[in-house]
């Protein structure tokens, strides 16, 4: 051993030794308490924009006791999203909390509506609540991964203009499904919309069969101690939810309407502030709406909502499917042959884990095909259900060129299977991970 090498080897011996428990942590995971209170901090924005620009403005903060998001893995987000949100100490300028989202404002900006028209999106998010001055910014990432807007402002947790979020008379709820402790567990939300008073028993009947359908799913049907349920009651005044191209509009609980972006079955609510206003005293990370109409759609933002038909006969698939938009961040497998309008270009690589443009399929489901298989896979000779063979098919978000999927049906392609794919599986599976166990 050299005299270099000695010495090198005695300074790592010495800063091992004087490193704690925490210090030796590689992130700040395990350090939740040190960094966080345990309540929340809602965030409300509002996103304003056309096709080509866009503003972030803040327009609210509120606070609200408990936190019931992930107190593992805080700086790193699951995936990149559209959208990320980032907290970093004001002092020592360390990230201490990430995490990623998708808006219906981007995907409004992709509309012809948008090319002249501004419009404006309310956007709220939940982050822990700092114990210290905190920066919070947010970002927002064009349709080629760059970054089309971002807005940063400073929290001071002490801030007498923090409206706190009253938790002594929460809406009508039920626990539908209890997990585990709420610390240590996924809690979701499953919402009423568009039921009346009259209607509850029907609603929490309704929400039982949501809950027990998505617990009936692989991944999430090994790790049913993993997540917790509550169904909200939210009372409507009419029945029903609005169907503008049917003239028939409601008024119910949340606004939720048919016709998003002029599209028949997306069915959307834009009222977040009303939404996460109703939830009140109610541990939620993730929610679930349920309509109460027997139209067919729905619609799943990631780590924003799923909303769903509860009352079409394809409820609970579609529910499971937009839930793994909204929870998983999974894209759509499905396409149209007279798609026009792209999504997804060449040279860009998604974001979502279940396609694949090819500009990065290492970072994709690459590792789980069988050796020799080719790249594109050929379709020829498989039937439209097959889940057996995996490949790299062409067809998914919406475009039937350049864009590929693993498999040629998929809880994410159509309504006619059972489960997810296995690639949608694994990528659900490492979102839950990501909630609950410290990454390495
Ligand atoms: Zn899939």
Redesign the pocket.
């Known amino acids: 051993m050299t005299m270099k090498e000695y010495l090198r080897n005695l300074l790592t011996a010495i800063a091992f030794i004087g490193m704690t428990p925490s210090a030796m942590s590689t992130n700040i995971n395990d350090n939740y308490d040190k960094w966080f209170c345990d309540s929340t901090l809602r965030v409300d924005y509002i996103f304003t924009g056309n096709a080509k620009n866009q503003r972030i403005s803040l327009d609210e903060l509120r606070s609200a006791s408990g936190w019931y998001g992930r107190r593992v893995n805080l700086n790193k987000p699951a995936l990149r999203g559209n959208g990320t949100i980032k907290m970093t100490d004001e002092s020592t300028g360390e990230v201490i909390y990430c995490t990623s989202f998708s808006t219906l404002f981007q995907e409004w900006q992709t509309t012809e509506e948008a090319v002249s028209n501004w419009k404006s999106f309310e956007n709220i998010f939940q982050l822990p609540m700092p114990r210290k001055n905190a920066w919070v910014e947010v970002i927002l990432f064009d349709t080629h991964n760059n970054v089309s807007s971002s807005y940063k402002h400073l929290v001071k947790p002490n801030d007498i203009l923090i409206r706190p979020i009253p938790s002594t008379h929460p809406a009508a709820n039920r626990i539908l499904h209890q997990g585990g402790d709420s610390k240590k567990c996924i809690d979701i939300a499953i919402v009423a919309e568009g039921y009346t008073a009259e209607e509850q028993a029907v609603f929490y009947e309704d929400a039982e069969k949501a809950c027990r359908e998505i617990l009936k799913y692989a991944p999430f049907s090994a790790h049913k101690n993993d997540f917790n349920f509550t169904a909200v009651a939210l009372e409507s005044r009419e029945s029903g939810v609005s169907i503008p191209h049917d003239n028939l509009w409601k008024e119910t609980a949340l606004a939720a309407s048919f016709d998003t972006f002029y599209s028949q079955r997306y069915l959307t609510t834009l009222r977040l502030k009303t939404l996460h206003d109703a939830l009140a005293g109610i541990p939620y990370e993730h929610i679930i709406i349920l309509a109460n109409t027997d139209n067919y759609g729905g619609g799943g933002i990631y780590n924003s909502y799923t909303l769903s038909a509860a009352h079409h006969p394809l409820c609970l698939p579609v529910t499971v499917h937009e839930f793994g938009h909204s929870f998983g961040g999974?894209a759509d497998?499905y396409y149209y042959d007279d798609q026009y309008e792209q999504f997804y270009f060449p040279g860009i690589e998604p974001w979502e884990q279940?396609i694949t443009t090819l500009t990065a399929f290492e970072d994709k489901w690459q590792d789980m095909l069988p050796e020799g298989t080719p790249v594109p896979t050929s379709a020829d000779g498989l039937d439209a259900n097959d889940m057996e063979h995996i490949g790299v098919y062409e067809g998914g978000g919406y475009q039937s060129k350049g864009v590929f999927?693993?498999?040629m049906n998929?809880?994410?392609?159509t309504n006619d299977t059972e489960s997810?794919?296995s690639?949608?599986e694994r990528a659900i599976e490492r979102v839950i991970e990501h909630h609950l166990k410290p990454l390495e």
């Not at 998929?410 to 392609?413: D, I, L, P």
């Open positions: 999974l497998e279940n999927r693993a498999f998929c809880r994410m392609k997810f794919c690639v949608c």
